[in-house]
T-cell receptor
Framework: EAGVAQSPRYKIIEKRQSVAFWCNPI?????LYWYQQILGQGPKLLIQ????????DSQLPKDRFSAERLKGVDSTLKIQPAKLEDSAVYLC??????????????FGPGTRLTVL | AQSVTQLGSHVSVSEGALVLLRCNYS??????LFWYVQYPNQGLQLLLK??????LVKGINGFEAEFKKSETSFHLTKPSAHMSDAAEYFC????????????FGTGTRLTIIP
């Protein structure tokens, strides 16, 4: 079974530029998550999708971040314009069933973003 | 709201020694608790989880953790450390119902001394 795929693995941009990350979850997983992991911290949930609908985006900085999952499969996360403090690893995860107790989230390798 | 506190951002142990990584949780409702491991330049991998069944949970790679409600703790242990255990370890909590949003601790970097 293929895992969660993410691209690119690394991205370097200058502040005020735009950037997009792509995630393809495990086949059949209805729930998809985007996390931001700043160096020295634990991952923080940015947005959670159930199929193509948003379940939780309470910690997504909506003035600059956007995410979509149009067909309920793969997803893109965009930052426009980027700030220095956006430098982080962006992790995508997926799980099979929403609301199931202790349902495991499977993580991709992440995209490391550096904003100069 | 739920939160976890990991005591010790860096832990070093000798190869073959006991590994103990500490995690305390705060939750207004019965929680589910998780330990994840992250190797350099990789995503997170689930080590084990507590979902209100047995309080002593066994995971992969010889790790285990015990849920202690009276101490609000979920410490991770391994009897004998291997060099391959060197990684970052994250404790996480979520509610046992509804939205399965995970809240992570700040992580503990484990170094194994040969």
């Amino acid at each position: 079974e293929a895992g969660v795929a993410q691209s690119p693995r690394y991205k370097i941009i200058e502040k005020r530029q735009s950037v997009a990350f792509w995630c393809n979850p495990i086949s059949g997983h209805a729930t998809l998550y985007w996390y931001q992991q700043i160096l020295g911290q634990g991952p923080k949930l940015l947005i959670q999708f159930q199929n193509n609908g948003v379940v939780d985006d309470s910690q997504l900085p909506k003035d600059r971040f956007s995410a979509e999952r149009l067909k309920g499969v793969d997803s893109t996360l965009k930052i426009q314009p980027a700030k220095l403090e956006d430098s982080a690893v962006y992790l995508c995860a997926s799980s099979s069933t929403r609301g199931k107790g202790g349902n495991e989230q499977f993580f991709g390798p992440g995209t490391r973003l550096t904003v100069l | 709201a739920q939160s976890v506190t990991q005591l010790g951002s860096h832990v070093s142990v000798s190869e073959g020694a006991l590994v103990l990584l500490r995690c305390n949780y705060s939750s207004s409702v019965p929680p589910y608790l998780f330990w994840y491991v992250q190797y350099p330049n990789q995503g997170l991998q689930l080590l084990l989880k507590y979902t209100s069944a047995a309080t002593l949970v066994k995971g992969i790679n010889g790790f285990e953790a015990e849920f202690k409600k009276s101490e609000t703790s979920f410490h991770l242990t391994k009897p004998s450390a291997h060099m391959s255990d060197a990684a970052e370890y994250f404790c996480a909590v979520r509610r046992n119902f509804g939205n399965e949003k995970l809240t992570f601790g700040t992580g503990t970097r484990l170094t194994i001394i040969p």
